[in-house]
């Protein structure tokens, strides 16, 4: 299984992060804008996810729902800026528990004789901003959902 580059460069607003997927970009591009499949792989797998919206064109907007075993909720929404393609995806992304703290993510997927590279950028506002979003445990949630992505992927490319 492949895994997971998350690059946070001390004193810089901003996270990349790299994982290479046994997949078409198409298929990974609709994992990520297809309501039906992101809810099975975005998030930790402790948590429920439910997509409020998700208007995937430039000026769409979108907002999705953690919930956990006891009930606890965690929103997030942003909006789209340009229409998002298998060329790359760029939008906002705010959690609704700390209102105003906004970063702009600018994902990217490369294909390469079957496989792709996804590229994500998420540039923050200030390396405060960023250094929370990492201690509330952004890397463990990316982590498990990256693997549950190659999971998903896996079960829906067609055998050879």
Do not use: C
Not at 33 to 59: C, F, I, K, M, Y
Not at 118 to 129: D, I, K, M, T, Y
């Amino acid at each position: 299984m492949a895994k997971t580059q998350i690059v946070a460069e001390p004193g810089v607003p901003q996270i990349l992060i790299t994982r290479e997927f046994a997949a078409p970009r198409a298929l990974l591009f609709r994992a990520h804008t297809d309501p039906e499949l992101l809810v099975q792989w975005h998030g930790p797998r402790s948590l429920t996810l439910t997509v409020d919206r998700l208007d995937a064109r430039n000026g769409g907007t979108w907002r999705y729902i953690h919930q956990d075993a006891d009930g606890n909720e965690y929103a997030f929404h942003g909006v789209f800026h340009g229409t998002p393609s298998p060329d790359g995806i760029v939008r906002t992304f705010e959690f609704e528990g700390a209102p105003g703290h906004v970063s702009l993510e600018t994902l990217t997927l490369e294909e390469h004789g079957g496989k792709t590279l996804l590229r994500a950028n998420a540039v923050f506002q200030s390396v405060e901003a960023r250094d929370a979003h990492i201690q509330a445990g952004m890397e463990d949630g990316l982590n498990e959902s990256m693997e549950r992505l190659d999971e998903l992927v896996a079960r829906l490319v067609p055998v050879s």
